[in-house]
């Protein structure tokens, strides 16, 4: 069945204000495996910071390489200076054994490899040997030998060259059976490794360069760094060498928090994508004092203490970080520092006082909420420090009652008014915001948003969130957000690589919360990097050429959302077309965004007034075959944006959109006389 529906655009009513480039921005959370899967070392425990797991002495995924019946397995204290635990394995010389640890893993290749080794070993120890083979068949990937010079821990460097991707490798570095036997007595045949890395050489910094370039051409504007870890993260801890920094317990998510992506990292990695960064400071663990300092650190001429800092780590020129967040999820009881809103408010002034001590020209967003009463005691007690309040908006069936025995095509309709939930909380916290002369001039910034089939603990191994239907819910989103750029000027869309909601750039196997979802490994294409459809959403939109929005007029179906609970917006008759124009500075353009969040195709008729478009138009299209359509590894491109030529006159008279779809539109325009 096919309905119809009308368009009409006015190129004469366009908006006064100009949309935010940071609109389309992204965000960086050490959430489970994200930093993991966004970084291109391919070993785990790098500095044996995990327990045993086999009841052997042996960190975390690391497990013992040895066919000596007596080799004695340790864990013991690092090197100086250096954080996580060293790894000690004796060999008794009468076992004329090899001996010391592997760690399954993928690699790629053929690639050389930058091998970072530290160790120690007892004098009869004269070399160690790193092997890289392919578990199912034993064959040589790659080999490398290391001398050991010292009795005293040293840094080693060398090179290995991996002959060819392997997604069931193996890394191996032992002493060889081969070595020189030595007496067997106390204090001989112990070797001693206190770090052990290796990074491809087409990382890009120590991030992997498909979500580099996949990142890259996502034109984010803005990067975020923060999450529910940040309010028990300290930033000294992640700057300065990286073997020297400690080794810290992710209170929010559990596991380690990644020392190898800091703040330069972070900076570095903004820097290479040219995107506006925005940290989010500890405002939970920390104190007013340790965000000043983090302002400095970043912002400071070498001639402050932290900006010397910042220098001596090998980062003279200041990074000018404008964008400063102030609380995340505070409202939440799981965050580290949840506090009443009074309570937030005033610690936000110090926090805000603080930081712009520091640097004066900072731009402050602070913790607003869904909650209007939140909202509404935040800005009248700290309004006038703060130039943004945020808002995270996550849209998911928990919300209508529904559960995953609900019908799908009800659960999807219920996902598809995303953009009305979106539109009922810019709104009423807009109308907060201008209610007093001292908060009038706040915007809003949506800092964390995806749709989440909640609960979103409990998946099953269903990859809910990286479906055609959920890329529909989020376009929707994004129109919204669009209509609403005078008052929206930021938004981070949660994640950016795998983490917890799954990231829109994904990274092998899991589809969503690795506690829930598929284990790592199961597929055989652990190496596999790729989008999922609401990746090519935020490619399409945030690709376009806008400056400002058009008045935009629609006359199509609708659809009802059957919901169990009371909500506080309409959900009888939602429009089936999601649509909304902008043009560029210059007017030369029309960018017509339509999302057709219907299970039927509609057939558009589209009408204009203010310009004459030119006789061909560009379409883009981004459409499937079914709601539950995904890119996997095994499909890493099942969903793409596709591009065509539409003439001019097939708007006039209709074109088909198929069902839950979403289209961007382009025409190229002579303005009209008068």
């Not at 290749?109 to 091998?115: A, K, Q, T």
């Not at 983090?294 to 000018?320: K, L």
């Not at 009305?420 to 201008?434: C, G, K, M």
Request: proline share 5%; with cysteine.
């Amino acid at each position: 069945m096919t309905t119809k529906a009308t368009i009409t655009i006015d190129c004469s009513q366009k908006s006064e204000h100009v949309i935010s480039p940071y609109l389309f921005g992204h965000f960086v959370e050490d959430i489970r495996d994200h930093m993991e899967a966004m970084l291109a070392y391919p070993l785990k425990d790098m500095d044996f910071e995990s327990d045993a797991l086999l009841g052997t002495a042996v960190s975390g995924s690391w497990r013992p390489y040895t066919n000596g019946r007596n080799t004695k397995y340790a864990l013991e204290s690092p090197a100086r200076g250096h954080s996580g635990r060293a790894q000690r394995i004796r060999i008794l010389s009468d076992d004329e054994a090899y001996a010391g640890i592997s760690q399954r893993t993928a690699i790629k290749g053929p690639m050389e490899y930058s091998l970072k080794l530290v160790a120690r070993a007892s004098i009869e120890l004269q070399y160690v040997v790193l092997e890289v083979v392919d578990r199912r068949t034993e064959e040589q990937l790659g080999l490398v030998h290391i001398q050991i010079e010292n009795h005293n821990w040293e840094h080693y460097d060398a090179k290995v060259f991996v002959t060819r991707a392997c997604s069931d490798a193996e890394v191996r570095l032992y002493v060889p059976t081969e070595h020189p036997r030595w007496q067997d007595h106390v204090s001989t045949g112990m070797l001693w490794i206190d770090h052990v890395s290796m990074l491809p050489a087409d990382s890009v910094g120590q991030v992997k360069p498909e979500v580099v370039e996949m990142t890259r051409a996502l034109n984010a504007g803005m990067m975020r760094l923060a999450g529910n870890y940040i309010s028990a993260y300290h930033f000294e801890d992640g700057i300065g060498p990286v073997l020297e920094r400690p080794v810290m317990y992710n209170e929010a998510w559990g596991g380690w928090t990644c020392k190898y992506f800091g703040t330069d990292e972070f900076i570095q990695f903004c820097r290479e994508l040219q995107v506006e960064p925005l940290i989010c400071i500890n405002d939970g663990s920390g104190t007013p004092e340790e965000a000043a300092l983090w302002v400095e650190y970043c912002n400071g001429s070498v001639e402050t203490p932290m900006g010397a800092r910042r220098a001596a780590n090998g980062f003279p020129e200041p990074y000018q970080v404008r964008y400063w967040e102030i609380g995340n999820e505070v409202w939440g009881d799981w965050q580290v520092g949840h506090c009443s809103a009074e309570q937030f408010a005033q610690r936000s002034i110090l926090f805000a006082e603080a930081m712009k001590g520091a640097d004066p020209s900072l731009i402050i967003l602070a913790c607003g909420h869904t909650d209007q009463e939140w909202n509404r005691t935040v800005l009248d007690i700290a309004g006038e420090h703060m130039d943004y309040l945020t808002l995270h908006l996550y849209h998911g069936y928990g919300r209508f009652g529904m559960n995953q025995d609900t019908p799908a095509e009800e659960r999807y309709k219920a996902m598809a008014s995303f953009p009305e939930w979106t539109r009922d909380n810019i709104l009423l916290t807009a109308e907060h915001i201008r209610k007093h002369e001292k908060h009038h001039h706040v915007k809003l910034a949506i800092t964390e948003y995806n749709t989440m089939y909640y609960p979103n603990t409990i998946r099953k191994g269903t990859p809910d969130e990286h479906t055609l239907g959920a890329a529909v819910a989020n376009a929707a989103n994004l129109n919204e957000m669009l209509r609403c750029s005078d008052m929206v000027h930021i938004g981070s869309f949660s994640d950016l690589v795998n983490g917890w909601l799954g990231g829109c750039i994904r990274v092998g196997d899991y589809y969503a919360d690795q506690y829930a979802g598929k284990i790592p490994g199961w597929s055989g294409h652990p190496l596999v990097v790729y989008g999922t459809p609401t990746y090519e959403v935020l490619k399409l939109y945030a690709g376009r050429d806008i400056r400002r929005v058009l008045s935009a007029d629609v006359v199509c179906g609708t659809f009802s959302v059957q919901s169990l609970k009371s909500a506080p917006i309409r959900l009888d008759a939602l429009p089936d077309l999601d649509v909304v124009a902008c043009t560029n500075e210059d007017g030369s353009k029309v960018t017509v965004f339509m999302v057709n969040r219907s299970l039927q195709a509609v057939k558009a008729q589209l009408g204009w007034s203010g310009f004459s478009p030119g006789e061909e138009t560009l379409l883009h299209a981004i459409t499937g075959d079914s709601l539950d359509d995904i890119n996997s590894v095994f499909e890493p491109e099942r969903i793409l944006c596709s591009q065509s030529v539409i003439p001019t006159d097939a708007w006039q008279e209709g074109y088909p959109l198929r069902p839950a779809s979403i289209y961007v539109l382009e025409i190229q325009t002579k303005q009209a006389e008068g």
